[in-house]
C-alpha cells in the first residue's frame, strides 16, 4: 500500500503563486509514476502533470508553462509549482501515484486551491 498526502493548497490572486507538496510512504518502491489531477467545482477530474521515476516531465495544454512538477526522491515527495495563476486553476488538486506493474493508482485526499481576488 501507498499513502499520499497532499499540502500548500490555499486562497491566491490571480497572477500569483503557490507551490503544492505530496509526501509519499508506504511501498514506494512500487511507484513507477506520480502525477497531480485537480477537480473544479462541478467538473470531472482532470489529468494536470506527471513525472515519471525516470525524471520525464508531462504537462497537461491548460498549465503548460506556468506549471513545473517534480521530485525529491530523498524526501518521498512530489511537488507542483504553480505560477501565473487563473481563476480557473481553482480546484481540488490530487497526488496520485501510479504502479503500472500491478495495475494501482493510489490517491490522495485532495489539498483545495482558490485563485481569487
Known amino acids: 500500500q501507498v499513502q499520499l498526502v497532499e499540502s500548500g493548497g490555499g486562497l491566491v490572486q490571480p497572477g500569483g503563486s503557490l507551490r503544492l507538496s505530496c509526501a509519499a510512504s508506504?511501498?514506494?518502491?512500487?511507484?513507477?509514476?506520480m502525477g497531480w489531477h485537480r477537480q473544479a467545482p462541478g467538473k470531472e477530474r482532470d489529468w494536470v502533470a506527471t513525472v515519471t521515476s525516470g525524471g520525464s516531465t508531462h504537462y497537461a495544454d491548460s498549465v503548460k508553462g506556468r506549471f513545473t512538477i517534480s521530485r525529491d526522491n530523498a524526501k518521498n515527495t512530489v511537488y507542483l509549482e504553480m505560477n501565473s495563476l487563473k481563476p480557473e486553476d481553482t480546484a481540488v488538486y490530487y497526488c496520485?501515484?501510479?504502479?503500472?506493474?500491478?495495475?494501482?493508482?493510489?490517491w490522495g485526499k485532495g489539498t483545495l486551491v482558490t485563485v481569487s481576488s
Open positions: 496520485k501515484g501510479s504502479d503500472y506493474t500491478r495495475r494501482m493508482a493510489y
Open positions: 508506504g511501498s514506494i518502491f512500487s511507484i513507477d509514476a
